[in-house]
């Protein structure tokens, strides 16, 4: 604990006296000798300025723990960015060898402020040593300070090693902080491994939470394999889950296959709102690299609202790559509400291509006369 109260003084004294004066310790005098503040003086004497507060702070608030001075100072900030400056130099601040008492003090602490900078400890704990901080948390009771903390040892554990991590969290016992913690180690683990998280996303109890982490791992995995991942989301039993998950491959996917985007989302899925949407989605990241094709594609649409997105969206990509070209698409159509709406999309998306140019063009005719 000793050390713990040293720790303490010595950042209070470089990174938080200014909200201690706020809290209205009043400005300590720098002491003799001291000619410049600290940055402008060598490594030694800024070690010998910080050194000299703990003094100051023992006289101002003797007997209180140091975590409730931290707490304090951070509480003193208003301005959130200062706030988040002030816990981000705290947290750097402590060492390995202090992190379990420093815990230990603020998890006894019911204050928000508490939770606040508990949460960033845990994870920087984690980060160097994920056993220890799990077993950590272990001890704690029951409550949302064992739920923070088991996310933030979930969190940074997926980054360093997936596998040690997804045994840990199976085998905690069963519980909301369990479910909490799988998901934040799913969602981790979903950037790099979206198999893994798909695997880790299936142990758990069908909830929307659930059901939103399948979708957003599997649009991670058709980057490296679009036709295991359709194939994995047409298994699914569940038939509005199974719409959202082929969404999803399809969007992912079009980017880079546009045309195996299309032809999954017209065959695997059924005509309504999740369709539409998906049409949509897929012209946007069709269109950046083959607007003519995603324009094709487009033209085969059924008359409806999604449609007319579809086009908005389609001309607002490819008239800045090839007016000409998109004028020529609209010219071949046939009379009727998708020349109609591709027309009014075609001037909007001129308009604003010249707009942002600052370039004053007459108006196009995509008439053909």
Do not use: C
């Not at 003797?62 to 301005?79: F, K, Q």
């Not at 359709?230 to 296959?257: G, H, I, K, Y």
């Amino acid at each position: 604990m000793k050390r713990i109260v040293a720790l303490g003084l010595v950042m209070l004294s470089l990174l938080l006296a200014p909200a201690l004066r706020r809290l209205g310790s009043g400005p300590h005098p720098v002491p003799d000798g001291t000619a410049a503040p600290a940055e402008s003086q060598p490594v030694s004497k800024a070690a010998d300025s910080r050194r000299a507060a703990p003094a100051a702070l023992r006289t101002t608030h003797p007997g209180r723990p140091v975590h409730a001075l931290l707490l304090a100072a951070i509480e003193a900030e208003t301005d959130p960015d200062r706030r988040s400056e002030t816990i981000e130099r705290v947290v750097e601040s402590v060492s390995e060898a202090d992190l379990p008492a420093m815990l230990d003090s603020l998890a006894r602490d019911i204050s928000p402020g508490a939770a606040e900078l508990g949460r960033p400890l845990v994870r920087r704990w984690a980060e160097r040593d994920a056993p220890a901080a799990a077993a950590w948390t272990a001890q704690l009771p029951e409550g949302a300070v064992r739920r923070a903390a088991l996310e933030q040892v979930a969190i940074a554990w997926a980054n360093t090693d997936l596998p040690a991590a997804a045994g840990w969290v199976q085998a905690l016992p069963q519980g909301d902080a369990k479910e909490a913690a799988t998901l934040d180690l799913a969602y981790e683990a979903a950037r790099t491994e979206p198999v893994a998280a798909l695997e880790l996303a299936s142990t758990l109890r069908r909830t929307p939470q659930r059901d939103d982490l399948l979708v957003h791992a599997l649009s991670q995995w058709p980057g490296t394999d679009s036709s295991s991942a359709a194939a994995w989301a047409m298994n699914v039993p569940d038939p509005s889950l199974r719409q959202r998950l082929v969404a999803a491959v399809a969007v992912a996917s079009a980017e880079q296959d546009g045309a195996g985007a299309a032809w999954l989302a017209a065959s695997a899925l059924g005509a309504g709102d999740e369709q539409g949407r998906a049409a949509v989605s897929i012209v946007q990241r069709w269109a950046q690299n083959s607007p003519q094709a995603a324009a094709s594609w487009v033209s085969q649409f059924p008359d409806s609202p999604p449609r007319d997105a579809a086009v908005q969206n389609l001309l607002a990509l490819w008239i800045p790559q090839d007016a000409e070209a998109a004028g020529n698409w609209l010219r071949q159509l046939p009379a009727g509400p998708l020349r109609d709406a591709g027309t009014v999309a075609y001037g909007q998306a001129l308009a604003e291509r010249d707009r942002s140019s600052g370039v004053v063009a007459p108006a196009a005719s995509t008439s053909g006369r």
